[in-house]
């Protein structure tokens, strides 16, 4: 288990600079596997309360599977890797933290997508979402370009929209939970909504 500072969903990248030994034991292991067969892969949790250097963390329950694709040993030791994530795990139990974080999880479910249901809300939580890119670019706060793409698939899309929303951490948390394509788009719509019409109050009053 990696536990970071931010929230992976399925379909998106992630790029990690590993320096801390505990680490870089853990994507030895996950390199070792891939060499013998396995695959690399490690979880990842948001981080409840703590940060991610040193231990002593708190972490939330669900997590999403993180797939190795690049791996680069640096002449230190650190390894500068990328990685997509795959899938939902909730943890079912912590375990010993050696030589790195470990858990007990379950996979949970696929939220399906239902294109006859989900479509047409898959296009208006993409409008919302890209209406608040917007806002935030005329407030010159970070954000995702507006024109991102998303993939083809409209399951992983739906995913990639959820990532890329200016929303907290904490939400994020529950929209990786949603039991289905439908609850995600849903609560997706509504909160970029609520978001975008906060923005456009503070643009609106300079």
């Not at 990696?2 to 996950?30: D, K």
């Not at 990328?82 to 933290?97: D, H, I, K, P, Y």
């Not at 951490?169 to 019409?197: F, I, N, R």
């Amino acid at each position: 288990m990696f536990p970071l500072g931010s929230v992976l969903f399925p379909g998106m990248p992630l790029t990690l600079h590993v320096f801390e030994p505990r680490y870089r034991a853990l994507i030895a292991a996950c390199v070792d596997a891939a060499e013998h067969g396995g695959a690399p892969e490690f979880g990842v949790v948001l981080i409840e309360r703590g940060t991610e250097v040193g231990g002593g963390d708190q972490r939330f329950g669900l997590g999403t599977v993180a797939r190795l694709t690049q791996v680069a040993e640096l002449p230190d030791g650190r390894y500068a890797t990328m990685a997509v994530g795959t899938r939902r795990v909730a943890v079912r139990s912590w375990l010993a933290e050696d030589p790195y974080p470990l858990a007990e999880v379950d996979e949970v479910a696929d939220a399906h997508f239902d294109t006859g249901l989900d479509g047409p809300l898959l296009e208006r939580a993409e409008d919302q979402v890209r209406r608040c890119l917007a806002l935030k670019h005329e407030l010159g706060e970070p954000a995702f370009p507006v024109e991102v793409e998303l993939d083809e698939d409209p399951a992983t899309a739906a995913w990639q929209l959820a990532a890329i929303a200016p929303v907290s951490e904490l939400d994020q948390v529950g929209l990786l939970g949603s039991p289905s394509c439908t609850e995600l788009l849903g609560q997706l719509h509504d909160l970029a909504a609520e978001e975008a019409t906060v923005l456009a109050f503070r643009l609106g009053s300079g």
